[in-house]
């Protein structure tokens, strides 16, 4: 069973910085990509910063790309996406999410398990 567990949600004003941490069970795959997501009000579900086990460069989202950084621990047990100069538009929810067996592209369709999910709300 595949376990993702979001935290570090929560309220900022524009300019601040929240870290999400993503606590991983369960994937016992030898390579597979790990990333977060976020969900709007009404809108589908974007990948927002992904990355593979096998290493190589993050694939991060334009509109956050300078300011969000993702980041596993040696152990690749917890997850976490650093946010920086946070604006209002960062406003949803954040998902966990993770692949799969592969690990070669991390393509968006690719992603099959989700966690809850934090919320992060950013004020003016």
């Not at 300078?66 to 997850?79: E, M, V």
């Not at 976490?80 to 949803?92: G, V």
């Not at 799969?100 to 393509?107: A, I, K, N, S, V």
């Amino acid at each position: 069973q595949v376990y993702l567990v979001e935290s570090g949600g929560g309220s900022v004003q524009a300019g601040g910085s929240l870290r999400l941490s993503c606590a991983i069970s369960g994937l016992n795959f030898r390579h597979y990509c790990v990333g977060w997501f976020r969900q709007f009000p009404g809108k589908e579900r974007e990948g927002v910063a992904l990355i593979s086990t096998r290493g190589g460069v993050p694939s991060i989202r334009s509109t956050v790309k300078g300011r969000f950084t993702i980041s596993q621990n040696n152990a690749k047990d917890t997850l976490y996406l650093q946010m920086d100069s946070l604006i209002p538009e960062d406003t949803a929810m954040y998902y966990c999410a993770a692949t799969r067996e592969g690990g070669q592209l991390c393509r968006v369709e690719d992603f099959a398990y989700f966690g809850q999910g934090t919320q992060v709300t950013v004020s003016l």
